[in-house]
C-alpha cells in the first residue's frame, strides 16, 4: 500500500513538473524579442547606421490577459515592424503597476522616440510623464485612460464606447418603428470599467429620448457567461415574454443569456426572437450573429496599430494629432453579415 | 369601568400562563433544535425564504418550461451544484488539516480545459468531437486528481501549510489551464456536451442537480459507511495523537486533499458544460471563497476536527439562495455587494458562540422577570427555573 501510494505520488510530481515546464516556456518566448530588441538598440546608438528606424517603446498592462488584448498586442507588433521602418521596444508589466512605471522610466533612460501606454493603472503617472516630457519623448495613451494633466501626453488612441452603444440603440430604433412598449434588460459589465460606463450611458440616454422603451431590470454581469445566464434566467422568471431586447455589454455575456433563453424554450435572435445585442464582436461572436443568434454586434476593434502609427506619422511630419484619436469600429447585423467577415477576423 | 381593567389583566396574566406552559413543555425539544449544530444554518436558510414569500409571490411556483423544470426553486439548486460539489472536498480538507484548498478554482479550469481540448481538437468551435466523450470526461477528471494529489504530497509528505501549497495551484492553475487551451475559449457546441450542465433528454431535472446530489449521497456513504469519516476527524483533532493510535495522518490528509481534487475536476467539467464552453479565465473563478464561507455557515470549526456535510449542504444552498434572492428583488447592482456582505455579517455573529450565549441570557431573564406580577405562575416560573 505505502509502495503504491509512493509511485502514485511520484508520477504525481513528475507530470505537474512537466505541467510547470511548460509553463514557465511561455513567459521566456515573450520576454525573448524584448530583450533581444534591447540588446540590439543598444549596440545600433552607438554606430547609428540603423537610425532610420522609429524606435517606439510600448508599455503593455498584461500581453495575454484575454483575446481582446493578444490581437491588440499583436497588431501593434505587425504594424510598427522593421519592415514597415520602426522599431518596436514591448515591455509586458503583467498588470503590475509599479513594474510598468519603471518599464516607462527604463524607455526614457535608453531615449526611445515615442512611448506608448496601455495602463495598468490610472493614477501615479504624473513623475514619470513628466520626465518623458523633459526628455522630449511623446507619450501616446492607448486604450485605457490615466488621471494626469493632459499636457504631460501628446494624445489617447481609443475606442469610444458610447459611441458604441449608440450604433446599438440606433439598431434597436430601426428594429421597433412602432408605438408599441419596448422591454430592454441590460446586461451590464464590470461596474466602472470604461466600457460598461460608456455603454450603459448610451443606453440610458436613448430609452430617456424613446418613450415607449423601457429598461426592466439591469445587472452586472461582470463579463462572464456564467453570471450573465444565472441573472439571465432569475429575469425570464421574473418577466417572461415581456423581454423583447436583451443588451449585453460583451460578447459572454450574450452567450449566457442566449443560453438561459433557449433552455426556457424563447425563440432567440432572427426575425421574431428575443433581439439580442452584443459587444467586442469576437470570432466566435461573429458566427453567432451569422447564425442569426445575435442581431447586432457592434465591434471593439483592438486593432490599434495603424492608427498609432498613423499618429507618429502625423508627429514625424510636424503636425500635432488631435488630443483623442478614435479608433474605427463597425457594427455587425444578423441580416447583411457574410462568412467572408467572419472567416477574415483573427481575434 | 374598573372591571373591563381587571378582565383585561385576568385576560393577560392567563395569557402568559397558557404561553409558560407551553414553553415547559416545549423547552426540552426546543433546547434540542436550538442547540443542534445546525440549527443556525437551517434557521438562516429558512429566514432567506420566508424573505421570498414575502418580496417575491412566485417563488416557489414550479412549472416545466421547454421540457425542464424551472422556477426560483430548481434554478438555486442548478446553480448552487457547482459550488455544492466544490464544498463537499473543501469540509474534508478543513477538516482534516484545519486549513483551506485554495486551488479548486483553478483545478476546475485545468480540468475543462483538458477536456474542452480532447474534445474540440485544434479547433476553436466545432460540434464535432475529436475523441471519445467519456474519454474526455475521464482525462479532464485525471487532471482534478492529479492537482489534489500535488497538493496533498505537499500538505501531508512535505508539511507545507495547506495555504501556502494550494497557493502554487491558485496562481499558476489558471496559467496551466491558459497554456493547455492556448489562451482562448474553446467552444464546444455539441449537443451532447451539454448533457452534464444542462439537461440528458428527456429528463425534466437539471442533470447539475442531479450530479450535486449524487455526490452528496456519495460522499455522505463514504464518510458514513468506511472508516474514512472517524479518520479525517481524529487527524484533524488531533494528527500526532491519531498517529499514536496506528493512523497513518499522512496518508489520511493525502486522501482528502486528492478527493477534493476530483470534486474540484467534476465541478469544472460540470460548469464548463453548463455554458457549453471552456474559458480558463472564468471558469469557478472565486469560487474558492464561496466554498469556504458555505463551510463555514454549515457550522463547521474551520480549525479543523469534527465537520458536518449536511452543514456545508445547506451552507452552499443558502449562499445561492442569497444571490439568487437579492436578483430576483432587483437590488441594483452597485448595492448587490454589500448587501450579500450584510447579509453575511448577520449570519456569522448569530451562529457565533457568545452571541449564543447572549441571547440565551436575554431570554431566561425575561421570562424570570413575568412571573413576578401574578401568584398563579409563580409555581410554573418556579418549574422552568429549575430545568
Known sequence: ??????????????????????????????????????????????????????????????????????????????????????????????????????????????EVDYIVIAAVNMDGWDTVLTNAKNAGIPVILMDRTINASADLYTCWVGSDFKAEGVKATDWISTRFTSDKEVNIVNLQGQLGASAQIGRSEALVEAIDKNSNWKLLAHQTGEWSTDTAKEIMTSWIQQHGDKIHVVYAENDNMADGAIQALEEAGMKVGGDDGVAIISFDANRAYLQMTLEGKINCNVECNPLHGPKVAEIIQTIEAGGSPAKVEVVEEAAFYYDTITQAIVDARSY | MNKVVV????????????????????????????????????????????????????????????????????????????????????????????????????????????????????????????????????????????????????????????????????????????????????YIMNPVYKYLGVQIPGVPIRTTILISLLFVILVTLLVKLTSLGLYVQSVGINGSAARLVGLNSNAVKFMAFVICGLLAGVAGLVGSSGVGSVNSGELGMSIEMDAILAVALGGNSLSGGKFSIAGSVIGAYTIQAITTTLYAMNVRPDQLNVFKALIIVVIIVASSEIFKERIKRLIRRILSSIPKSSKKTTVVGGCSDEN
Open chain 2, 7 to 186: 378582565q383585561i389583566k385576568r385576560f393577560f396574566s392567563r395569557l402568559i400562563v397558557i404561553f409558560q406552559r407551553l414553553f415547559s413543555i416545549l423547552e426540552t425539544p426546543l433546547r434540542k433544535i436550538f442547540g443542534h449544530k445546525l440549527a443556525i444554518p437551517l434557521l438562516v436558510l429558512t429566514a432567506v425564504i420566508v424573505q421570498n414569500i414575502i418580496s417575491t409571490p412566485n417563488f416557489f411556483d414550479i412549472s416545466i418550461k421547454n421540457g425542464l423544470l424551472s422556477g426560483y426553486i430548481p434554478s438555486i439548486m442548478d446553480e448552487a451544484g457547482e459550488l455544492l460539489i466544490i464544498t463537499l472536498g473543501m469540509t474534508l480538507v478543513i477538516a482534516v488539516s484545519g486549513g483551506v484548498d485554495l486551488s479548486v478554482g483553478p483545478i476546475m479550469a485545468i480540468a475543462a480545459s483538458f477536456c474542452g481540448l480532447l474534445l474540440n481538437g485544434s479547433e476553436y468551435r466545432t460540434d464535432v468531437f475529436q475523441n471519445p466523450y467519456i474519454l474526455a470526461l475521464f482525462i479532464g477528471l485525471l487532471a482534478g486528481v492529479l492537482c489534489g494529489a500535488f497538493n496533498g504530497i505537499m500538505v501531508s509528505y512535505l508539511k507545507i501549510q495547506p495555504m501556502i501549497a494550494t497557493l502554487i495551484l491558485f496562481t499558476a492553475g489558471r496559467s496551466i489551464a491558459k497554456l493547455i487551451t492556448h489562451g482562448q475559449t474553446i
Open chain 1, 1 to 110: 500500500m505505502r509502495k503504491l501510494l509512493r509511485s502514485i505520488s511520484i508520477m504525481c510530481v513528475l507530470a505537474l513538473l512537466v505541467m510547470a515546464a511548460a509553463c514557465t516556456e511561455k513567459p521566456a518566448e515573450t520576454t525573448a524579442p524584448a530583450v533581444a530588441t534591447t540588446t540590439a538598440k543598444a549596440a545600433d546608438t552607438t554606430p547609428a547606421p540603423a537610425d532610420e528606424l522609429i524606435v517606439v517603446g510600448f508599455a503593455q498592462c498584461k500581453a495575454d490577459e484575454s483575446d481582446w488584448r493578444m490581437a491588440n498586442t499583436k497588431s501593434m507588433q505587425e504594424t510598427l515592424s522593421e519592415a514597415n521602418g520602426y522599431k518596436l521596444i514591448l515591455a509586458d508589466s503583467n498588470n503590475d503597476a509599479a513594474k510598468q512605471v519603471a518599464d516607462v522610466q527604463g524607455f526614457i533612460d535608453q
